[in-house]
């Protein structure tokens, strides 16, 4: 069964500074997606990035970068140069290629620190 | 539309009471999601609708939940008896096609509080 894990509840980072949200994942199938969502406080979901399986690149959208090892089982998040308006919760998600849907991991609540 | 519209925005209901939770998703995205957020946690996956195909409701956590689309428009959710347990937000999201890389684009939620 597919399993997303995020294990930091809660992160602090001043602002300028880079941080990174951790995220593992388990799947059996090889063709796999991996995806990073922000929730302001607002409570939107907002897509931010994707990470194909067999991708040989990390992916970047801007100031967001995918940190991917695929042999370890990881996908985490680097958000380079954190703003104030970076404070939000963000989800880790996987989705088989091929399927329907999306599972999310628990969560990190990021602090961002003027 | 431009989003994915959800309404009401916030729903205060009675336990026992039926409430019925409304979303649009964007024109020309196939494939329309309801997922549950209790407060604090992660996204649970409700049910799916991909264009006229039969739903996937794996997810519905009971016999009380239920949902409709039409076509490839308006999904309606619809909890009968609503339980205490049932307060969560619950967010609708669409997209343009599945297996694909393509995000979901989320609603705003409904914020449902049975009392």
């Known amino acids: 069964a597919q399993k997303i894990t995020q294990t930091q509840p809660g992160m602090f980072v001043q602002e300028k500074e880079a941080v990174t949200l951790d995220c593992t994942y388990d799947?059996?199938?090889?063709?796999?997606?991996l995806f990073w969502y922000k929730q302001p406080s607002s409570g939107e979901m907002i897509f931010l990035i994707y990470?194909?399986?067999?991708?040989?690149q990390n992916a970047t959208e801007g100031r967001y970068s995918l940190n991917f090892q695929k042999a370890r089982k990881s996908a985490n998040l680097v958000i380079s140069a954190s703003q104030l308006g970076d404070s939000a919760m963000y989800f880790c998600?996987?989705?088989?290629?091929?399927?329907?849907?999306?599972?999310f991991g628990a969560g990190t609540r990021l602090f961002v620190k003027a | 539309g431009a989003g994915v519209s959800q309404s009401p925005s916030n729903k205060v209901t009675e336990k026992g009471k039926d409430v019925e939770l409304r979303c649009d998703p964007i024109s020309g995205h196939t494939a329309l999601y309801w997922y549950r957020q209790r407060l604090g946690q992660g996204l649970e996956f409700l049910i799916y609708f991909q264009g006229n195909s039969a739903p996937d409701k794996s997810g519905l956590p009971s016999d009380r939940f239920s949902a409709e689309r039409t076509g490839e428009s308006v999904s309606t959710l619809t909890i009968q008896r609503t339980q205490q347990e049932d307060s969560a937000v619950y967010l609708c999201?669409?997209?343009?096609?599945?297996?694909?890389?393509?995000?979901?684009?989320f609603g705003s939620g409904t914020r449902l509080t049975v009392v």
């Open positions: 999201a669409s997209s343009q096609v599945t297996g694909s890389h393509y995000g979901y684009t």
């Open positions: 998600a996987m989705r088989e290629v091929g399927g329907f849907k999306t599972i």
């Open positions: 990470q194909g399986s067999y991708d040989q």
């Open positions: 799947t059996s199938d090889p063709s796999y997606g």
